[in-house]
């Protein structure tokens, strides 16, 4: 009797992978939970209100506790939101390779993983910062958690209005975290922030318009017009620019400053009106003007707030 040889796809073994890749992608995709890349974005304007508030640079080591806690608790923030927005996720295009969304991370460790951050974040506060700042983290995480992702979202098409004030907290907790008070200057800071954030996060959602329709979110520019959109964005971006001005004399700060707020904020204003003259005559939600000033705000909110820190460094 003739043998039969096994064919080369028979015989192929399939790789599995070794038990450090496995651990390396499940750490991967926890550390994915806490989105870090917009974690820097609260980073960015945490530092400088500390040197605002110091008028100088804070102790080396109360700039760390700050960050790492801040780090902890925008992680936690965003996989509570995960954990939470797992159906979500799942049916928009720009968000179904989330973890959980994918099923990589169950809801449940997701959730635990979320509460250890926050714990650990609130802990990090209370030993090495002080109670004031502990407390301003606690309320953010719990405002974007139970207000914005619970209540808000998918209730109203001012979603993002209200539930970026857990984003600007971070302002406070920077000033808090240096002198245990609050003041005028951080209130400032968290209205730059506040007013920033729709021109932000609505040139986002006119591009991935029919992802939020698809989930059922009503986010502004899925309930309302193209131009009605961008009139809203053009009077959130003049809110912004005339508060950074604001924020010159009551913080007294110097032409650093001044030079970096008017230059961005002429650019800001000028690309708002553009997003806003084409809006009104062409009802494309998805437009490259948009996603130039979602880009671009990004750059605006960065070079804003280092030219806080720059001006209180270089000139005092």
């Known amino acids: 009797m003739t043998s039969v040889e096994p064919s080369p796809v028979e015989t192929r073994r399939v790789p599995t992978p070794s038990r450090l890749a496995r651990a390396r992608g499940v750490v991967a995709s926890y550390v994915s939970l806490m989105k870090l890349r917009v974690v820097e ?13 110091e008028r100088g640079l804070p102790s080396l080591g109360l700039v760390v506790a700050t960050l790492v806690a ?40 997701a959730f635990a993983f979320a509460s250890v951050l926050l714990a650990a974040s609130v802990a990090i506060m209370l030993a090495w910062v002080n109670p004031l700042a502990a407390a301003l983290t ?8 139970l207000v914005y992702t619970m209540l808000l979202k998918r209730r109203t098409s001012q979603n993002i209005v209200w539930g970026g004030v857990a984003g600007c907290v971070p302002t406070l907790i ?16 968290f209205l730059v922030v506040f007013f920033w954030t729709p021109p932000h996060y609505w040139p986002l959602a006119m591009r991935y318009r029919e992802d939020y ?46 030079l970096a707020a008017v230059l961005t904020g002429a650019w800001f204003l000028i690309e708002a009106h553009r997003l806003h003259r084409r809006a009104r005559r062409t009802a494309d939600h998805a437009g490259l003007t948009a996603m130039r000033l979602f880009h671009g705000s990004i750059t605006y909110l960065t070079v804003v707030f280092v030219g806080v820190m720059a001006d209180v460094l270089v000139l005092g």
């Open 70 to 109: 801040g780090t902890l608790a925008g992680g936690s923030a965003h996989a509570f939101n995960q954990v939470l927005e797992r159906d979500i996720d799942a049916v928009m295009h720009r968000t179904r390779r989330r973890p959980v969304a994918r099923s990589i991370v169950a809801p449940y460790p």
């Open 174 to 189: 920077g000033w808090a975290a240096v002198t245990g008070t609050l003041d005028w200057p951080p209130v400032l800071l």
């Open 213 to 258: 329709a698809r989930a059922g979110i009503p986010m502004l520019p899925v309930v309302a017009t193209p131009r009605t959109v961008a009139l809203q964005i053009l009077l959130y971006s003049w809110a912004m620019v005339a508060t950074t001005l604001v924020l010159w004399p009551v913080a007294d700060l110097g032409w650093i400053f001044g």
């Open 41 to 53: 974005l609260l980073l960015i304007t945490t530092l400088p209100a500390m040197v605002l508030a």
């Open 138 to 145: 606690i309320a953010a995480n719990l405002f974007y958690v």
